[in-house]
């Protein structure tokens, strides 16, 4: 009887492993191919420039936003600065300060791109003192030539006092300070608006006076600083994970290919970023930081799994393919998943925030790419690492503990610790602050809040507010809209954030009063239509270029504010939109309210602040979907969100009990946090499944997938919030808080994701984690699992 032959069968490779493989086996080509893409991308950050646009931080279909382009274009007023003459003895009434604020002036009206009408100041050409000489109104500059004695400058001053839509405005009201306001076309750069006005004061440094400068150039110079602070700290970041890969792994290799993987993630990001025409700017700038943060974590992760293998398999390339083949899936969900997060806030109708999700989009995604070739390429043409670390240590402890606390009583401990820490946020969430001046966050020492600060001590109206009335050609001289205008800035006045108002009714109510000093009200725009028109014509000047437009069509009503903290501002502009409900503009006068920069502030508060926080909830929804479809289960895209969502509330509760706002700069660290927590439940969630179906018990998949998976993720938090706190010094306040939230949103969510996450899944059992039938802990009920 012949004997058969029983032939052994073969498991087909899956196509990862065929993937692997073939990396493997084409190293070199791939190690080049890599490169000549690198070479390629490099070549395209000779494109990158850096624009610290303000507007780009602006939702730009914001109503208010809208009606401040509209306001400017037609006005001015994006480009304002104000100058403070400030003598260090006495006030400003005398001629030695005098003649410094008409050299000033002068000097100010030859600056490029300066708007000569809107030039305001004791000696502007554009501000004029009307008087009436024999019935006959004459027009002249308020100061032509700088007084000598004591009685011309008591006239020039009483001239100033006498007019309301002068008096507090050119000199301060405590005749301290001597104020000099530009304006430049939007054609003009920040730098350059800068570096003009501030060259004023340079031939009077030998003099007893000093000078302030405030403005929107001031804080744009501002954001370029810290953004340079913020590339200073790139290194350091850098140098902060390598030691930290270094302690972690103990090898060289274990630290140069993590930050390989950083570095490339960081030139291939830059080199898109270059290719679609995507700026640098006070946001993005902070973009290689989180790259070389998460793509360091990310190679981590594979570095762990790869040291595993290295050490079951004792050899270089057969642990190469294994750790690709099975952690190459898990990296591209958790990275696929991150870079749509970022990328969904492209949508957010915001530039510099649609730019920085880009670009974190292309580098997170390079990373991704980096780590499924070159990497695993390069580790086939290297030897293996001559040792890997023990398992042991503070670390091991740590695992060990949370094992303990996930396995015993089912989680017991774990969900009411959990419980009391919502508990404990949901009660900080109550204290949460939504608005605040922008000032917080510019540095006590900077030049543009010191200045401020002492400008503000003389002329505390630094903020403005626009209105602009639009009608037909000539409807500007009307009684009704003059009237209308008035009414409108007496209503303004009434609330304690106003300072003062100004506008075209101003004027025509200073010309009526010199026409007709012995009125029973002079100071009024009067009810004959005849008169007024006769009154503009009289007195027409370079003043009324100001506050309407040559066709008189339009005309601008302005505002300065005492503060721009938009829980007071938001109120004004309410009550402003209200009287506008009850009393109408004339027919076919439209009223536009708001422009200016506390309307602004407020569109981004009420936009981007809210807007952002729902872009977490669009994050977390892609997040879901992104999930569902990788785990192939519904609920496996719920427990990869649970320990997201969780973060998302103790970081309300956390902003609460720190006093730490909730604007655009916190909800940005509530989206980011959200996008980079996904990870960490993804791949504790894939090690967990790959554990449990190689081991005979709930007790053992836990503790065998802490010890790895989880023993990664916790590196990979450490590195991501170490990368960030090196902000928590900066004396920027903003770059603070990036430092302080994301090391706290980064410990939360792992946490969430090594504690909370795993006892949900041991108490749910789902399918995809044990499949149809499993052994229970003990204790537990018996049962399917569920889907």
């Not at 005098?98 to 030859?110: G, I, M, N």
């Not at 031939?203 to 302030?212: E, S």
């Not at 302005?558 to 938009?566: G, H, K």
């Not at 009550?575 to 027919?587: G, I, N, S, V």
Request: charged content about 20%; hydrophobic content about 50%.
């Amino acid at each position: 009887m012949r004997a058969r032959t029983v032939k052994k069968r073969v498991s087909p490779m899956s196509v990862g492993e065929r993937y692997a493989r073939f990396l493997v086996g084409h190293a070199w080509a791939i190690v080049i191919a890599v490169m000549v893409a690198t070479a390629g991308l490099v070549a395209g950050l000779g494109r990158l420039h850096a624009e610290f646009d303000l507007e780009a931080s602006l939702p730009a279909n914001h109503p208010f936003v809208r009606i401040d382009h509209q306001i400017r274009r037609d006005f001015g007023g994006r480009n304002t600065m104000i100058v403070a003459i400030v003598p260090r003895e006495g006030d400003v009434w005398r001629p030695e300060v005098l003649e410094v604020v008409q050299d000033v002036t002068l000097a100010a009206l030859q600056l490029p791109d300066v708007i000569v009408p809107n030039v305001v100041s004791l000696a502007a050409p554009s501000v004029r003192h009307v008087e009436e000489v024999d019935g006959v109104l004459t027009v002249d500059y308020l100061m032509r030539d700088v007084p000598r004695t004591s009685e011309a400058i008591a006239l020039l001053r009483a001239r100033v006092e006498d007019d309301p839509q002068l008096r507090g405005l050119l000199v301060t009201p405590d005749n301290r300070a001597a104020l000099v306001i530009l304006d430049f076309w939007e054609s003009a750069s920040h730098e350059a608006i800068f570096t003009g006005t501030t060259a004023l004061a340079a031939p009077y440094h030998d003099r007893p006076i000093d000078f302030y400068f405030a403005g929107e150039p001031v804080v744009a110079m501002n954001e370029r600083e810290q953004s340079r602070e913020v590339a200073w700290h790139i290194p350091l970041t850098f140098l902060v994970i390598a030691v930290m890969l270094i302690l972690s792994f103990r090898s060289l290799q274990g630290m140069l290919l993590p930050m390989l993987t950083a570095i490339l993630s960081v030139v291939w990001a830059l080199g898109f970023m270059g290719y679609s025409g995507i700026v640098i700017d006070s946001w993005n700038v902070a973009v290689p930081i989180l790259l070389i943060a998460v793509a360091a974590a990310h190679s981590a992760q594979m570095l762990k799994r790869y040291g595993e293998e290295v050490v079951r398999l004792r050899d270089n390339r057969a642990a190469v393919v294994v750790s690709t083949a099975t952690m190459g899936p898990v990296m591209i969900a958790a990275g696929m998943t991150a870079a749509l997060g970022f990328a969904s806030l492209a949508v957010f109708g915001v530039r510099s925030i649609a730019n920085f999700g880009l670009s974190c989009a292309y580098g997170i995604g390079s990373a991704v790419v980096l780590e499924m070739t070159f990497i695993p390429a390069l580790r086939a043409l290297l030897p293996a690492p001559p040792r890997v670390p023990a398992e042991g240590g503070p670390t091991a402890r740590l695992l060990s503990a949370l094992g303990e606390a996930i396995l015993r009583a089912r989680g017991r401990r774990v969900l009411i610790g959990t419980g009391v820490a919502l508990v404990a946020a949901a009660l900080g969430a109550l204290f949460i602050r939504t608005y605040g001046s922008t000032r917080e966050y510019l540095p006590r020492n900077s030049l543009a809040r010191r200045h401020l600060e002492e400008i503000e001590k003389h002329f505390p109206g630094t903020v403005t507010f626009t209105v602009l009335y639009e009608g037909e050609p000539g409807s500007v001289r009307t009684v009704g809209l003059l009237q209308h205008q008035a009414a409108f800035q007496a209503e303004l006045e009434r609330d304690p954030l106003v300072l003062r108002t100004a506008s075209l009714a101003d004027l025509v109510k200073s010309l009526h009063k010199i026409f007709n000093p012995e009125d029973r009200d002079p100071y009024r725009v009067p009810d004959d239509q005849p008169l007024v028109a006769q009154l503009m014509y009289l007195g027409e000047s370079p003043a009324f270029e100001r506050f309407t437009d040559r066709a008189l069509s339009k005309a601008l009503l302005l505002a300065y504010l005492r503060d721009d903290d938009s829980a007071r501002v938001g109120p004004l502009v309410r009550r402003a939109q209200a009287w506008l409900a009850a009393h109408p503009a004339p027919p076919g006068v439209h009223v536009l309210v708001a422009g200016g920069v506390g309307p602004t502030i407020l569109a981004v508060n009420e936009h981007t602040t809210y807007g952002k926080l729902l872009n977490t909830l669009v994050v977390l929804g892609v997040i879901y979907v992104v999930s569902s479809i990788v785990l192939r289960s519904p609920l496996g895209g719920l427990f990869v969100v649970s320990p997201i969502a969780l973060t998302v509330v103790m970081l309300f509760g956390f902003l609460g009990w720190t006093g730490i706002r909730l604007d655009m700069g916190s909800a940005s660290v509530i989206a980011m946090a959200a996008g980079i927590g996904a990870d960490y439940a993804i791949y504790f969630l894939y090690r967990l499944r790959e554990e449990r179906a190689r081991l005979a018990s709930d007790e053992a998949a836990v503790e065998a997938a802490l010890h790895t998976s989880g023993r990664a993720i916790l590196f990979v938090a450490a590195s991501i919030g170490a990368g960030f706190a090196v902000m928590a010094f900066s004396r920027y306040p903003g770059m603070r808080l990036f430092g302080i939230l994301m090391p706290f949103a980064m410990a939360t969510s792992c946490l969430a994701a090594l504690s909370i996450m795993p006892v949900l899944v041991l108490r749910s059992r789902p399918a995809f984690v044990f499949g149809t039938t499993s052994t229970p802990l003990p204790g537990a009920a018996p049962g399917r699992a569920v889907g």
